[in-house]
């Protein structure tokens, strides 16, 4: 009598950084062994026209996306520093109230509708850094990002061991600093950042200081690699729009997650229709001291061929900012991947950014129901009295190995 043999599915072959050749080949062989839809899922756009759908290389010609302070309204950002100052409060209750920019402010909230209605990011530019104390820095960013959305989104539950909603994240190379064994990020080293998406609504990141060499920004429109995939391969909007394993990094109330990557949103009465992407890749591949999880379900062939395209196609619309020390980035999370080049810092010059996650009530998309416990993991329930921003760069402990982990950030 034969016996049956039973093979458990196994990982792709694929890793952080993506391999355009192990991408090509994969997509060849499934183009040539499979019968893969040519149908886009029901109800799915076939092509978003919006400011939101933009190439890196056309978009310089018709949008500026760099918004340079003036001289009157540095005078009142520096003015409402020292009135809040005066508070003698924590800075969790910094506020357009406890940090007013009488004229600024519209300016500001001009730029929320920009980054939610129009081409979903804007640079803030002329930040005096050099002149103020790392505290009042990160005052001025908390300050001046607070009339352009006024909710700070939680990035960790605890800090020196301790409780507490950290609402600010330092981007900083610690390979050299902190035990490798906890670096499972690539925030926290000098390599490459994939193209990828964080939590939240708006993902701002203030330079403190940039890199001696390299680390250049990029931004891509999802919606642009969202039309090419809707033409090419609506096979793989498909696979976008199914479920996927979501590693938990050793949680172990949570191992692992399944939710879409691709959400649709239909037009409404008072909204446009919209899609939203959201994922990080090392959830699928791991990264360094967090590794893929062995006993979780393995993603799919053509997940792996989607993880892949998706990289590839931002990398081929990209847009490179020239991001300076003392700017402040704005984009929309929920429609812009972005990554970053890898760098060198040198004893004398190192990059420093220093990150909030935002939402704006006012102009704020609706958050797909898969999200919705995401979203409240960030945003709810922060409280003013329990924000913490540390001065100095640590590794949350969602990207941190030897600990448990969230895997709702």
Do not use: C
């Amino acid at each position: 009598m034969a016996t049956a043999v039973i093979t458990a599915p196994q990982q792709p072959d694929i890793e952080y950084a993506p391999n355009v050749e192990k991408w090509r080949a994969r997509t060849q062989r499934r183009l040539q062994t499979e019968t893969l839809t040519k149908e886009l899922p029901p109800g799915f756009p076939k092509k978003l026209v919006s400011d939101l759908v933009w190439e890196g290389d056309e978009i310089k010609g018709r949008y500026n996306w760099i918004y340079e302070l003036n001289e009157a309204e540095l005078n009142e950002i520096e003015n409402a520093l020292e009135h809040f100052k005066s508070l003698n409060k924590p800075l969790g209750y910094i506020d357009q109230d406890t940090f007013p920019l009488p004229t600024l402010h519209a300016t500001l909230r001009d730029i929320s509708k920009e980054l939610h209605e129009g081409h979903g990011f804007k640079v803030l530019r002329g930040l005096p850094v050099d002149k103020h104390t790392r505290e009042e820095n990160i005052i001025i960013y908390a300050g001046v990002s607070s009339h352009i959305a006024p909710i700070r989104g939680r990035q960790d539950r605890q800090f020196e061991g301790k409780p507490a909603d950290v609402v600010l994240n330092h981007i900083k190379d610690l390979s050299n600093t902190a035990d490798k064994d906890r670096i499972g990020a690539p925030a926290y080293t000098t390599e490459k950042q994939v193209f990828h998406t964080d939590a939240g609504d708006i993902v701002s990141l203030f330079a403190l200081s940039v890199a001696a060499e390299g680390g250049q920004s990029q931004l891509a429109s999802s919606w642009r690699v969202y039309n090419e995939l809707a033409e090419t391969r609506p096979d793989l909007i498909h696979t976008l729009a199914e479920d996927w394993p979501f590693d938990g990094f050793g949680n172990p109330q949570y191992p692992y997650h399944n939710r879409p990557l691709l959400f649709h949103q239909p037009a409404t009465a008072t909204s446009p229709e919209r899609v939203l992407i959201q994922y990080a890749r090392r959830s699928f591949t791991g990264y360094q001291a967090l590794p893929r999880s062995k006993d979780i379900p393995p993603i799919t062939e053509a997940q792996a061929e989607a993880l892949d395209t998706l990289h590839f196609l931002a990398e081929k619309y990209h847009l490179a900012l020239d991001f300076r020390k003392g700017d402040v980035q704005y984009i929309n999370n929920l429609s812009i991947f972005h990554a970053r080049e890898g760098f060198r810092d040198t004893p004398e010059q190192q990059r420093h950014l220093v990150r909030l996650w935002l939402r704006d009530p006012e102009y704020a998309w609706p958050t797909p129901e898969p999200l919705k416990s995401r979203w409240i993991n960030v945003y709810d329930d922060v409280k003013p009295e329990n924000q913490v921003f540390p001065l100095e760069p640590t590794i949350r402990s969602a990207s941190a190995g030897g600990s448990k982990h969230s895997s709702g950030y």
